[in-house]
């Protein structure tokens, strides 16, 4: 396991300009935002690309996950919080299908730079439309991203979030189960979970072999307000414990979108309380005898 950090937590930087202070803060992997201001698929083209893959060399990170969860990007005029539209469960399949493609650029993105995976949500519930009926069209829409990451090498994961329409580790799990496609797995956000009234290390286990990317912040009294790691009430010591009891060996990618305005201080304190707890964990799994000896 190793710490990364998400660029939606720098959006008052250019995204070579975030890559780069994401790794002077002493993170081994980023993950890079799909959507604006960082990285739009229809707007970046070879220029951009060779900038990025500049910045990850001179930073020396590998690339945790591609965000593709938010299309601020497909707006004129998007409003100062997160867009879910066009979603992958809206009704209408030309609405669907622009989400799509959208997240078809993202997963190719991907296989550019090496990431092992992309992360999408489900879109709010919609008036009129029965969350039975949303399900399936989402389902519909992750079979077909599947068909893609599976022909590029890629996984693709849900990431539940409060107040859309796949809100908790159980319904990721359902889907996973009812897709059926390898490639499909989970963006764990145990934040997410705590406020979806989960606990994290049970959502871990729910999800065990399926987790491609974790995204962690801390929440203080399950409101969904992302907090600098050691502000609010989570117990990451177990959140690692249960991560490494499963064997996951992926990356956990801190998300604090909400701490744009002091970017670095807050990935800079994220990294200092959570450092240490990873480590103790791995040095007490190095400690432990292989498996067949005694």
């Not at 803060?25 to 220029?47: F, M, N, T």
């Not at 890629?154 to 189960?177: H, K, Q, T, W």
Request: proline residues 7%; negative net charge; hydrophobic residues 45%.
């Amino acid at each position: 396991m190793r710490l990364a950090y998400s660029t939606n937590g720098y959006t008052r930087r250019s995204l070579p300009d975030a890559v780069r202070a994401i790794g002077a803060a002493g993170y081994a992997g980023v993950e890079i935002l799909a959507d604006a201001p960082h990285w739009v698929p229809a707007r970046c083209g070879a220029d951009a690309l060779r900038e990025l893959r500049a910045a990850l060399a001179d930073a020396g990170l590998a690339v945790s996950n591609i965000n593709a969860n938010t299309a601020a990007a497909l707006w004129p005029a998007p409003p100062p919080e997160p867009v879910f539209e066009p979603s992958l469960s809206n009704h209408d399949p030309a609405v669907r299908r622009r989400r799509i493609e959208y997240t078809i650029a993202c997963l190719d993105l991907a296989a550019e730079l090496g990431a092992p995976a992309v992360s999408v949500t489900s879109g709010r519930p919609e008036a009129g439309v029965p969350p039975a009926e949303g399900m399936a069209f989402f389902a519909e829409s992750l079979a077909v991203l599947c068909q893609r990451a599976e022909a590029i090498g890629v996984r693709l994961g849900i990431e539940a979030e409060p107040g859309l329409l796949v809100e908790s580790s159980r319904e990721v799990r359902a889907l996973i189960d009812g897709v059926g496609a390898p490639s499909l797995g989970a963006n764990l956000d145990v934040g997410h979970a705590v406020c979806a009234y989960e606990d994290p290390v049970e959502a871990i286990e729910r999800l065990s072999g399926r987790i491609w990317n974790l995204h962690l912040e801390d929440i203080a009294g399950r409101k969904h307000y992302h907090l600098v790691p050691g502000e609010g009430d989570l117990d990451f010591d177990a959140v690692f414990a249960a991560l490494d009891g499963q064997g996951y060996a992926g990356f956990c990618t801190v998300e604090l979108y909400t701490c744009a305005a002091h970017d670095q201080e807050a990935a800079s304190r994220a990294f200092e309380h959570l450092a240490p707890k990873l480590r103790a964990v791995l040095m007490e799994r190095s400690r432990r005898p292989a498996r067949g000896e005694p």
